[in-house]
């Protein structure tokens, strides 16, 4: 080869590499295991990764890269089976959750770890305030119902919220922690007073695996899981809903993983089951956003929507780094106000005698 055709052969290679990283692509090699989840701070900088070996449920680790995912190291090498994870908006404060084991935390951009609440349950989900002061899990045991469990004061204490016996699947919350919405088995509820008192929302027998919500708490997308999957939308803080999205199954025996994310405003969301997808305009359209077929896990976005991380079984962690940069327009349609209020003190008593039940002053109360 000459040199001319030389230098031809390495601008092609750099100028399809930078069109390569522009979408998709691979920052990190653990295809033995079987990543479940994935967050990252508001800038897309710090992020954090869970997964588990696929022979060997008991056993996983927390990973994370404070570089854009550029590099990466295990944080907490107590091996488990990871299921959940969240992080405050600077990245500072992550709590993970394992199945039938505890809520974990760090305080120190997971440096160090220790158990935040020491109540072994099937944990399936976790999610923070931007602060990191409110804290909302939920566990679902095979059969059984359970309550929704709280902590207003970084994890420091827990608290069970009496009469919300459900079998819990995901659980979201706004910027503030001040909007809360869980899925459930048949339903989805939300609680608009930093989990004081909870409504139904929405009811009609589905089984809600994930869900999301923008930084305010006005738009909310939950998806669905079944022989035909359908995900579903609020525009105004989960007061009503509609269909946004639905196509037959592809990773129907994988039942506990079909992940949706959303950017701060919650114009662009995307979500994932045996390819990823995704919307650009709250939900009204759907498009193929990554056509590579892999059991996705676990899809989190920053802020502003222009990096995106994802996981997926027995595979890589990829980044996204969109071509444009997305309109922040508005639907045209008119946001309702949320009301003004000042969080509930919780009472001082123990995780699991809390009085914090369900209002029944308006929309339908949860019952089992």
């Known amino acids: 080869m000459d040199s001319l055709s030389f230098s031809y052969l390495i601008l092609f290679i750099l100028i399809n590499f930078n069109y390569i ?3 998709w692509y691979p920052v990190y090699d653990e295809r033995d295991n079987m990543w479940s989840s994935i967050t990252t701070s508001s800038s897309g900088q710090i992020v954090y990764a869970i997964n588990y070996e696929t ?29 959940g994870l969240a992080t405050s908006s600077s990245g500072q404060y992550v ?4 199945n039938k084991e505890y809520i974990y935390q760090s305080n120190d951009f997971g440096i160090s770890w220790s158990i ?4 072994s349950q099937w944990w399936r989900s976790i999610a923070t305030s931007d602060s990191g002061q409110y804290v909302y899990a939920v566990y679902s045991t095979i059969g059984k119902s359970s309550n929704i469990r709280l ?15 459900k079998i ?22 939300i609680s608009d007073d930093y ?20 930084s305010t708490g006005q738009y909310v997308y939950s998806y669905s899981s079944g022989s035909i999957e359908y995900i579903y939308r609020s525009r105004d803080y989960g007061n009503s809903w509609s269909f946004s999205y639905s196509h037959r199954s592809e990773i129907f025996t994988f039942s506990y993983f079909y992940p949706v994310t959303t950017i701060s405003s919650g ?18 359209s759907w498009s193929m956003s990554f056509n590579v077929s892999q059991f996705w896990f676990g899809i989190a976005t920053n802020s502003f929507g222009n990096i995106l991380y994802a996981v997926a079984a027995y595979n890589y962690i990829y980044k996204f780094t969109p071509h444009s940069i997305i309109s922040t327009e508005s639907p045209s349609i008119s946001p309702t106000a949320p009301p003004t209020i000042i969080p509930t003190s919780l009472l001082t008593n123990s995780p699991t005698s809390s009085s914090l039940s369900i209002s029944t002053t308006s929309k339908s109360v949860l019952s089992i």
């Open 21 to 23: 990283k522009a979408d």
């Open 55 to 83: 022979y060997n449920f008991d056993v996983g680790n927390v990973y994370s890269s404070s570089d854009y995912g550029n590099n990466w190291n295990i944080a907490f090498n107590f091996s488990l089976p990871w299921l």
């Open 95 to 98: 709590y993970a959750v394992a």
């Open 116 to 119: 935040s609440y020491n109540n």
């Open 151 to 165: 902590s207003n004061n970084t994890g420091s204490l827990w608290y069970e919220i009496e009469n919300t016996k």
């Open 168 to 189: 819990w699947y995901s659980i979201t919350t706004s910027s503030s922690g001040r909007y809360v919405y869980a899925g459930n088995y048949d339903s989805i509820v």
């Open 195 to 214: 989990g004081n008192s909870w409504n139904v929302a929405y009811q009609d027998g589905r089984k809600w695996r994930s869900i999301t919500t923008s």
């Open 267 to 284: 114009q662009v969301i995307y979500a994932g089951n045996f390819h990823i997808y995704q919307s650009s305009d709250y939900g009204e």
